[in-house]
C-alpha cells in the first residue's frame, strides 16, 4: 500500500514535503512560492508527525505555482477491526483559498488514490466547523462514527464497491 509521491487533479498538485521543507514548516518559515499565510499552525503540528520518505505523510496543496496549505495522514494505515486498512485524513488551506472548493478538489484526488490501494479514509472534525463537514459530505464521508476524546465528529467514508 503505497501513494505516488505528487498527486495531481484538474487545478492542483499535492507533492510530498521535503524533509528541509518539513524543518522550515515546523520553525514557521517561509519560503518562496508559499502564500504569505502558509504555514498556518496546523501545518506546524503536522510537521512533528513528519517521517522523511513517508507517502502517507503530509503534502502541499499547490495550486499554479503557489502552496496554499496541506493535506495528509496521521501515519499509515491500519488494520480497522473489521480488517479493513484504514487511515486518517488532515487538511487545510490559508483562509484567502477558502471558498474555492481546493480542499475538496485535493481531498477527492487523495481518495482516488487510497481507493486504488484499498484503504478506507476516516476524518475527525469539530461540529462547527460546517465548511469542513460540507467538503466531506461533498467527498462520500456517510458513516458517522460519534465523536473522539476531543468531541470532534468523526466520519468515515466507505470503499467503493468492487
Not at 1 to 13: F, G, H, K, Q, Y
Not at 70 to 89: K, M, Q
Not at 105 to 123: F, M, N, S, Y
Amino acid at each position: 500500500m503505497t501513494l505516488p509521491d505528487v498527486i495531481a487533479s484538474e487545478r492542483l498538485r499535492l507533492p510530498l514535503w521535503t524533509p528541509e521543507e518539513a524543518e522550515e514548516i515546523l520553525a514557521g518559515a517561509h519560503r518562496d512560492g508559499w502564500h504569505r499565510d502558509y504555514p498556518r499552525r496546523d501545518d506546524r503540528d503536522a510537521a512533528t508527525m513528519y517521517r522523511p520518505g513517508d507517502p502517507w505523510g503530509p503534502r502541499h496543496i499547490v495550486r499554479g505555482t503557489t502552496a496554499l496549505g496541506s493535506i495528509g495522514f496521521y501515519g499509515p494505515p491500519e488494520v480497522a477491526p473489521d480488517g479493513t486498512p484504514e487511515v486518517e485524513v488532515g487538511y487545510g488551506l490559508v483562509d484567502e483559498a477558502h471558498g474555492w472548493g481546493f480542499a475538496t478538489e485535493a481531498l477527492a484526488a487523495v481518495l482516488a488514490e487510497t481507493d486504488r490501494a484499498g484503504v478506507r479514509v476516516r476524518a475527525s472534525v469539530a461540529p462547527e466547523n460546517t465548511a469542513s463537514i460540507r467538503v466531506l459530505a461533498k467527498c462520500g464521508f456517510t458513516e458517522l462514527r460519534g465523536s473522539n476524546e476531543d468531541g470532534h465528529l468523526v466520519m468515515a467514508r466507505p470503499l467503493p464497491s468492487a
